[in-house]
């Protein structure tokens, strides 16, 4: 079955460094989504893209922050200058479509950011 | 806006049932999901529910609708060591023609053998 998948598992970086997180989407879908989780908080929406744009992006999506499909396959989440409070689980995810109530998500296993 | 709650953990002995509970505030919302994470996975869609609904049952699981107090719950029969898991209710959120589900924090459900 296809799947998502996201690379490194784990990232440790220095505070004020950038990182970049990978993610190789299903192949045939379309619209891709970056989520973070901070530890013991919820699952919060960063961003949505379709089409080589943003579509949607919520407001933890700051300036500090940008995403990219740079090639066919990968779609990745950029932080720039990371701060403490940027540890957290980063989940991608994509769907064949425009998500309209049941469409699925597929998600990605997620990269675990830590920032020293 | 939507708040989606749930409580952290739940520990069930192998064979009992397990009752997974979710509060939400949207009561627009015309869809509520559940998530399942295992370890070392992504999020997986587990099952939904349309909020006409006040019940749906799919093998093993029950998902159950108070719209009244904005009260989710699922249900899982004969919890099995397999089922030990993450589990998030989520709402859907309509952003730009999208609905993007808000997640809860997620319930740790802990099967003991």
């Known amino acids: 079955e296809p799947e998502v998948t996201q690379t490194p598992s784990h990232q440790v970086t220095q505070m004020g460094q950038e990182v970049i997180l990978r993610c190789v989407p299903i192949s045939n879908h379309l619209y891709f989504y970056w989520y973070r989780q901070i530890l013991g908080q919820k699952v919060e929406f960063l961003v949505s893209f379709y089409n080589n744009e943003i579509s949607e992006k919520s407001e933890i999506f700051d300036d500090q922050f940008s995403v990219e499909r740079p090639d066919g396959s990968n779609f990745t989440l950029k932080i720039r200058s990371t701060k403490l409070e940027d540890s957290a689980m980063y989940f991608c995810a994509s769907s064949e479509a425009l998500l309209a109530g049941t469409d699925t998500q597929y998600f990605g296993p997620g990269t675990r950011l830590t920032v020293l | 806006g939507e708040d989606v709650e749930q409580s952290l953990f739940l520990s069930v002995r192998e064979g009992d049932s397990s009752v997974i509970n979710c509060t939400y505030t949207d009561s627009s919302s015309t869809y509520l999901y559940w998530y399942k994470q295992e370890p070392g996975a992504g999020l997986q869609l587990l099952t939904y529910?349309?909020?006409?609904?006040d019940m749906k049952q799919d093998q093993r699981l029950t998902v159950l609708l108070n719209k009244k107090d904005k009260h989710l719950s699922l249900r899982i029969a004969d919890t099995q060591t397999g089922d030990s898991a993450i589990y998030f209710c989520a709402e859907p959120l309509l952003s730009g023609g999208s609905y993007i589900p808000t997640f809860g924090r997620g319930t740790s459900l802990i099967v003991h053998p």
């Open positions: 529910i349309f909020s006409n609904m």
